[in-house]
């Protein structure tokens, strides 16, 4: 569900019918479920420098619209299957926050 959503950030009317939206409107929805993956990601890591890696990969794989997977592990310095793996990590990562932050509210 969570990583559906962030695979899906550029297209408001996937995010609006997420499980994870909240709001009354298509836009209030959308808006809900990115603000949720945007403070997921900023919460979800460390402060070592693995950990800013991995955050900084779901930033820009994810939560950067205009980059694409090529040019993210590029800008990090890092192989496309490094990259890829990582993105998986982080990706499960900010699930994995969502759904804690999730039960214990």
């Known amino acids: 569900m969570v990583r559906d959503a962030l695979r899906t950030l550029d297209n408001p009317l996937e995010l609006a019918s997420s499980p994870l ?14 603000a949720l993956l945007a403070d997921a990601t900023a919460n979800a890591f460390g402060e070592a420098a693995d950990e800013r890696l991995l955050q900084q990969i779901v930033e820009r794989g994810y939560l950067d619209a205009s980059a694409s997977h090529e040019s993210a592990a590029l800008e990090l310095n890092v192989s ?3 990259y ?5 990590i982080a ?4 699930a994995d926050y ?3 932050s999730r039960a214990a509210s």
């Not at 939206?21 to 990115?34: H, I, K, M, N, Y």
């Not at 990706?91 to 900010?94: D, G, K, L, T």
């Open 84 to 88: 890829f793996r990582r993105l998986r």
């Open 80 to 82: 496309r299957a490094t």
């Open 91 to 94: 990706s499960q990562r900010v």
């Open 21 to 34: 939206a909240t709001g009354d409107t298509p836009d209030e929805r959308a808006a809900s479920v990115r």
């Open 98 to 100: 969502v759904l804690a």
